[in-house]
């Protein structure tokens, strides 16, 4: 009777043991964003405990969408092959290259409206033996993030500087009850979310810089999201971004703010440095003038030519003669002087 019951036992135990080898695991849920006409990878992987080679022989991969119903994308396995149902248009693509390393990753091309909602990634060991999954869910958005202003802001360390931030009603639209706010950032890496400043003057503070952060609530229902930084200081310096959004992530506008500013020290060193260039053009643009006279008087003075004179007891001038053709007075009773003749008289 004992060994009835307990071979009984032993063939409900076998199915019992197999049925929770096939028990279904949520490894994941994954939140996705993209762009109209985007392409975003739709993540998915297994770790190697669940491929193990015994248990991965008749493993397959079986992609879907969850709405109202489940509708079967694709299949594939780590051998390569691949069983297609609905590719979107050819526009879901594997990337086969991975699958060995337990990557079942999708890529979703040119994103549409309707590919939002909750796709599952489910890996099945034996027909209808699922074992583990992954949920993703997949919003498609129509907005587009456009850059309004890009503007340098200069000052001093330890100062207050005012960042401007404005958005028109051609951004903001005019329902002011609308789910609209600005993000403030520092854009380092990574990105630094300062503050957020919604239309009906709601704010929430990530980092106010230890209370160095100035909003204007009550002026953000007019699209005014400026904010004042208080004593400025070196880690202060940078690109700031004020972004608009609508909703969660839809981007809709941004500004950049570039704060930079120069010690004193280096300011005095470049004021003598112009100073002194100035003195160094004014010296040489007065030499250069002085020369310019002189060589100007100098060429108004008479010119001299050698005239011949000879001598005799009493000095006398006279033009020089030749006592007959081809000859000349005498070398050792003559000089030679110079007659003046003014440049007028050539």
Request: net charge positive; proline share 4%.
């Amino acid at each position: 009777m004992l060994c009835e019951f307990g071979l009984l036992g032993l063939l409900l135990w076998i199915p019992v043991k197999g049925l929770n080898n096939c028990k279904r695991e949520r490894v994941s849920t994954t939140a996705l964003t993209t762009e109209l006409q985007s392409d975003v990878m739709l993540p998915c992987y297994f770790e190697s405990a669940l491929l193990r080679p015994e248990k991965a022989e008749d493993a397959a991969v079986v992609w879907s969408q969850v709405s109202t119903t489940v509708l079967n994308l694709l299949e594939t396995n780590i051998h390569g092959n691949v069983r297609l149902w609905d590719s979107k248009g050819g526009r879901m693509k594997l990337l086969p290259k991975f699958r060995n390393y337990g990557n079942f990753s999708v890529i979703l091309h040119k994103a549409q409206l309707s590919d939002q909602g909750l796709y599952r990634c489910e890996l099945i060991q034996r027909i209808n033996c699922s074992t583990a999954y992954q949920d993703l869910n997949l919003s498609v958005t129509s907005c587009r993030s456009q850059p309004l202003t890009s503007i340098n802001i200069t000052t001093e360390l330890q100062s207050d500087v005012l960042l401007p931030c404005y958005f028109g009603p051609a951004v903001l639209g005019s329902d002011k009850t609308a789910d609209i706010a600005a993000v403030w950032s520092q854009q380092t890496i990574p990105e630094d979310n300062l503050m957020e400043i919604r239309l009906q003057g709601e704010v929430m503070f990530w980092k106010n810089r230890d209370g160095r952060i100035e909003p204007f609530p009550k002026l953000s229902a007019s699209g005014n999201f400026s904010i004042v930084l208080h004593k400025v200081q070196q880690s202060d310096l940078g690109l700031y971004r004020c972004e608009l959004f609508k909703g969660i992530s839809c981007g809709l506008a941004y500004q950049d703010f570039y704060i930079s500013t120069f010690p004193e020290a280096h300011s005095s060193i470049q004021y003598w440095h112009y100073l002194l260039g100035a003195a160094v053009t004014v010296f040489l643009l007065s030499v250069c003038v002085f020369f310019m006279q002189r060589r100007r008087r100098h060429s108004e003075d008479p010119l001299y030519v050698n005239t011949y004179f000879y001598q005799k007891k009493d000095v006398e001038v006279r033009r020089p003669q030749c006592t007959s053709r081809g000859s000349h007075p005498k070398q050792e009773d003559s000089v030679y002087v110079n007659w003046v003749i003014n440049k007028r008289e050539r």
